[in-house]
């Protein structure tokens, strides 16, 4: 149920639980919460402003609690050989289960390009060389050279569902992580699909996000002219990228999100698992003595077998 705002601060606000009446302290940031005393969810109305627009879509959650705390356990335990071993040991713990606030945005890309672009063609050469008897002979081979012409244009494409974070707590590349989410799946926002779940507020402001997806897009652009070059290779690839049509949409994403605690000298770890695909995502600390262990091992299996090589010249 929408809740009207009492008091607030900066950091949190008062609201009243609409069914027992309870005070409530909610942070400044969270969109929805739920009573302690009545379990009855509550939900912020607060007046848009040009960095907390209200929700335009939503995409649902699809994997529950059970699935998500499985998928980072199998994480934690999979990791790489060279994860401290009390990382691999840890037991995640559930922070929450939060519809995170992102936007979406898209944009029709114009790009003027010029490229070096390479088309390879073959040759036979004569040559000659020494045979085991240490006589000259003449013989053949086929060489693959490459011709190079200068190619420039005009590149026009759609670039849609580009996606960045709009929260401080979590990065736009640890979202990225967890990447892609089904858009096919958004729904018109409304309060009744955030009951009885945490939704966070952005507390990224709009200009930093779309400079964000600005730059994601244009990054986007490159990679799809590398791919769109004739030819069997390029290079000197140069161009210069428009953005017209931009829109952005304030979205809130499904996320699962876990802390493991895996020393006591050192900070958690965060862990992300898109709530939608089940797709675990976070950074895994590294044994510097694995590391150690694995270099001086490299290092001593070249050495033995330059021992070998160097015996076996006599």
């Given at each position: 149920m929408a809740t009207d705002l009492a008091n607030s601060t900066s950091d949190q606000l008062e609201i009243s639980c609409q069914s027992c009446g309870a005070k409530l302290v909610l942070g400044a940031h969270l969109?929805?919460?739920?009573?302690?005393?009545?379990?009855?969810?509550?939900?912020?109305?607060?007046?848009p402003s040009p960095n907390r627009p209200s929700p335009t879509f939503l995409v649902g959650f699809v994997v529950d609690h059970e699935h998500a705390t499985k998928a980072v356990k199998n994480w934690v335990a999979g990791s790489h050989i060279f994860a401290r071993s009390d990382f691999k040991a840890a037991v995640p713990e559930l922070t929450r289960g939060v519809y995170l606030p992102a936007y979406l945005y898209g944009a029709v890309a114009n790009?003027?390009?010029?490229?070096?672009?390479?088309?390879?063609?073959?040759?036979?050469?004569?040559y000659t060389t020494t045979d085991s008897k240490g006589k000259t002979v003449t013989r053949t081979r086929t060489v693959t050279k490459t011709e190079w012409r200068p190619l420039a244009g005009n590149h026009c494409c759609y670039v849609l569902d580009v996606l960045v974070s709009a929260s401080q707590g979590v990065t736009n590349a640890a979202l990225e992580a967890v990447e892609p989410f089904d858009l096919r799946a958004l729904r018109r926002y409304a309060d009744s699909f955030i009951s009885g779940w945490l939704a966070e507020e952005p507390s990224r402001s709009q200009d930093d996000c779309f400079r964000l997806a600005h730059d994601e897009t244009i990054a986007k652009v490159g990679t799809m002219l590398k791919n769109f070059m004739p030819g069997d290779s390029h290079s000197n690839l140069e161009y210069q990228t428009d953005l017209t049509h931009e829109v952005i949409d304030l979205v809130l994403l499904p996320i699962w999100t876990y802390a493991v605690?895996?020393?006591?000298?050192?900070?958690?770890?965060?862990i992300l698992v898109n709530g939608q695909t089940g797709r675990v995502a976070g950074k895994v600390p590294v044994s510097a003595a694995k590391v150690t262990f694995a270099v001086v091992g490299v290092l001593l299996l070249i050495g033995i077998l330059f021992l070998l090589f160097m015996a076996a010249q006599g």
């Open positions: 969109r929805s919460t739920l009573c302690p005393y009545c379990a009855s969810p509550s939900i912020v109305s607060r007046p790009t003027r390009y010029s490229a070096s672009i390479g088309e390879n063609y073959t040759v036979t050469e004569t605690r895996y020393a006591e000298d050192r900070p958690p770890i965060q």
